[in-house]
């Protein structure tokens, strides 16, 4: 089955860390730019970064930069991002996703719910 | 990096169309063929329904259907029916291999 799974969210204070997983299973992974996008509760969609198929270029958005780490490892089909310095605004479901093109996510995994707070 | 914009809310009655619009800048939208648009059901991942501004990955009817003009893309849905009722959201490939989303639309269908 085609599918991404997502695991690693939780509760954590601010300034802390947390480090997400992603595995992928189903297809040629090691193919494809992947991405990771987030959610805040009851807001919008937020690409936050991605990686090329050999991890060779990593893009951030400007908010997570110099504290977000995206990692991959194509032996294991699995993904990361090691989050620092957490920020309550770093709230969110985090989702991950292929990213064709690399221009449009066409396979998304079900989502793990960060929360940052004291 | 400011998000693109799209309304907070479109409706319509069952069997009717609606358009949703996504307007962004000559950086993102108007720069690149490239909009996507995606789906989301509350509590479900979202789903993409249109990529390239126009092209439609199999299984999803051709009952949408997007296009472009300048920076602005728009996203159509013919014959409106209960389950089309949800959040869409509109991407956008912004150059150096990022992406811009859209705020997102909430679908009520009446």
């Known amino acids: 089955e085609v599918q991404l799974v997502e695991s690693g969210g939780g509760l954590v204070q601010p300034g802390g860390s947390l480090r997400l997983s992603c595995a992928a299973s189903?297809?040629?992974?090691?193919?494809?730019?992947m991405s990771w996008v987030r959610q805040a509760p009851g807001k919008g969609l937020e690409w936050v970064a991605n990686i090329k198929q050999d991890g060779s270029e990593k893009n951030y958005v400007d908010s997570v930069k110099g504290r977000f780490t995206f990692s991959r490892d194509n032996a294991k089909n699995s993904l990361y991002l090691q989050m620092n310095s957490l920020r309550a605004e770093d709230t969110a479901v985090y989702y991950c996703?292929?990213?064709?093109?690399?221009?449009?996510?066409?396979?998304w995994g079900r989502g793990t719910l960060v929360t940052v707070s004291s | 990096q400011s998000a693109l914009t799209q309304p907070r809310s479109v409706s319509g009655s069952p069997g009717q169309s609606v358009t949703i619009s996504c307007t962004g800048t000559s950086s993102d939208v108007g720069g690149y063929n490239y909009v996507s648009w995606y789906q989301q059901h509350p509590g479900k991942a979202p789903k993409l329904m249109i990529y390239d501004v126009s092209k439609r990955p199999s299984g999803v009817p051709d009952r949408f259907s997007g296009s472009k003009s300048g920076n602005t893309a728009s996203l159509t849905i013919s014959g409106l029916q209960a389950e089309h009722e949800a959040d869409y959201y509109c991407?956008?490939?912004?150059?150096?291999?990022?992406?811009?989303f859209g705020g997102g639309t909430k679908l009520t269908v009446l």
């Open positions: 991407c956008s490939y912004a150059g150096s291999h990022t992406v811009l």
């Open positions: 189903g297809f040629t992974f090691s193919s494809y730019w």
């Open positions: 996703a292929t990213l064709f093109g690399p221009r449009y996510f066409d396979l």
